[in-house]
């Protein structure tokens, strides 16, 4: 199993600009999760899905914030437009039971 | 609000010693919690987890001992090598929803 892959692994953008980060979940799991992490404020749950359905998406910051899962394998966390204080990594999550399994992130800098 | 929070920011100790990382929690809810290890660059790593039924659980060199009557969450490293150097997370869920909370993370870091 290739665990969660995340794309790209880092991102530089300018501010303004739309940035798009990807995740492909475990095969079979059925809940997917966003997670930001910055020194400030830790680990932050923005938004997960159940069987493709956003379930809370109570965490995410603002309306720039959106979040799609098309379908089990993929989905998607996009910004637009980006700000400076959006840089943070940017953590996907997948599950079956209750414990999750992370992806290496995505290490988002927006200039 | 509830949430899950750790005593020590930092924690440094000699190779081969034990080392000892809490954590406490405030939702009496909770009924499931897990360890997570994340080194330097890389995503949170499941470690070990631990039910509410339970008081301790033990894996290879780790040990999860749950207090619910304190709310309180400790992992216990034995022999610690280097490659235990990183940031260490306790996060808790509740049955009755599936979002984990994570708390804010200790740092270990091993001395040769």
């Known amino acids: 199993d290739a665990g969660v892959i995340q794309s790209p692994r880092h991102e530089v953008t300018e501010m303004g600009q739309e940035v798009t980060l990807r995740c492909k979940p475990i095969s079979g799991h059925d809940y997917l999760f966003w997670y930001r992490q910055t020194m400030m404020r830790g680990l932050e749950l923005l938004i997960y899905f159940n069987n493709n359905v956003p379930i809370d998406d109570s965490g995410m910051p603002e309306d720039r914030f959106s979040a799609k899962m098309p379908n089990a394998s993929f989905s998607t966390l996009k910004i637009q437009p980006s700000e400076p204080r959006d840089s943070a990594v940017y953590f996907c999550?997948?599950?079956?039971?209750?414990?999750?399994?992370f992806g290496s992130g995505t290490r988002l800098t927006v200039v | 609000g509830e949430s899950v929070g750790l005593h020590l920011p930092t924690l440094s100790v000699q190779e081969g010693d034990n080392s000892i990382i809490n954590c406490a929690y405030s939702?009496?809810?909770?009924?499931?919690f897990i360890w997570y290890k994340q080194e330097s660059g890389k995503g949170p790593q499941f470690i070990i987890d631990?039910?509410?039924?339970?008081d301790k659980r033990q894996g290879q060199r780790v040990t999860v001992l749950l207090n619910k009557t304190v709310k309180h969450l400790s992992l216990q490293i034995a022999a610690t090598q280097p490659g235990d150097s990183a940031v260490y997370f306790c996060a808790e869920n509740r049955r009755s929803d599936n979002d984990m909370r994570f708390g804010a993370g200790t740092r270990l870091t091993v001395k040769p």
């Open positions: 631990i039910r509410s039924n339970m």
């Open positions: 999550a997948s599950s079956h039971a209750r414990g999750y399994t």
């Open positions: 939702n009496s809810a909770s009924d499931y």
